[in-house]
């Protein structure tokens, strides 16, 4: 396993470094935040881009102990976006449940299990219910409904 470790905490995990995850990292990183990638493959780690200055774990995200090393007990979120939605869900339950984190996010392809709950602090994001709404408000010009 190899730690780029950086001195601050309170920052975003990210799960996953495929399109989405090293999307997510290469644009919060510009924006200034805190970032910590974990992934399984360190061959996915070379998807960020040279001037990514965040952390860079490799290892499985449902481990405790590699979240422990991205620094989940000092983070503000995390977002599970592996490219499996069964590996998403449990990690974002995981730092739901285990770590009481308030805003994590878990990417799932299904639509049907994408199903929100109020009694935990997790959200899960479907991209193709994202597409639809956006395809509905572009064409339709629906107005956005407000987040619960």
Same mark, same amino acid.
């Given at each position: 396993?190899?730690?780029?470790?950086?001195?601050? *905490?309170?920052?975003?995990?990210?799960?996953?470094?495929?399109?989405?995850? *090293?999307?997510?990292?290469?644009?919060?990183?510009?924006?200034?935040?805190?970032?910590?990638? $974990?992934?399984?493959?360190?061959?996915?780690? +070379?998807?960020? !881009?040279?001037?990514?200055?965040?952390?860079?774990?490799?290892?499985?995200?449902?481990?405790?102990? $590699?979240?422990?090393?991205?620094?989940?007990?000092?983070?503000?979120?995390?977002?599970?976006?592996?490219?499996?939605?069964?590996?998403?869900?449990?990690?974002?339950?995981?730092?739901?449940?285990?770590? +009481?984190?308030?805003?994590?996010?878990?990417?799932?392809?299904?639509?049907?299990?994408?199903?929100? *709950? !109020?009694?935990?602090?997790?959200?899960?994001? *479907? !991209?193709? $219910?994202?597409?639809?709404?956006?395809? +509905?408000?572009?064409?339709?010009?629906?107005?956005?409904?407000?987040?619960?």
């Amino acid at each position: 396993m190899r730690l780029f470790v950086k001195e601050k *905490s309170n920052g975003l995990i990210i799960v996953g470094c495929g399109r989405l995850g *090293s999307s997510l990292a290469r644009t919060m990183a510009e924006e200034g935040q805190n970032v910590t990638v $974990i992934d399984c493959d360190e061959n996915a780690l +070379q998807k960020l !881009p040279a001037s990514y200055e965040g952390c860079s774990v490799i290892g499985d995200g449902t481990d405790t102990d $590699i979240l422990e090393t991205a620094g989940i007990r000092h983070a503000a979120a995390l977002i599970a976006a592996t490219d499996d939605d069964a590996a998403n869900i449990m990690i974002a339950q995981i730092a739901s449940r285990h770590y +009481q984190l308030k805003n994590v996010i878990a990417y799932v392809e299904n639509t049907s299990k994408a199903v929100n *709950s !109020p009694e935990i602090n997790m959200i899960m994001i *479907s !991209p193709t $219910i994202l597409s639809v709404k956006e395809a +509905q408000k572009i064409l339709f010009h629906v107005k956005e409904e407000k987040a619960v």
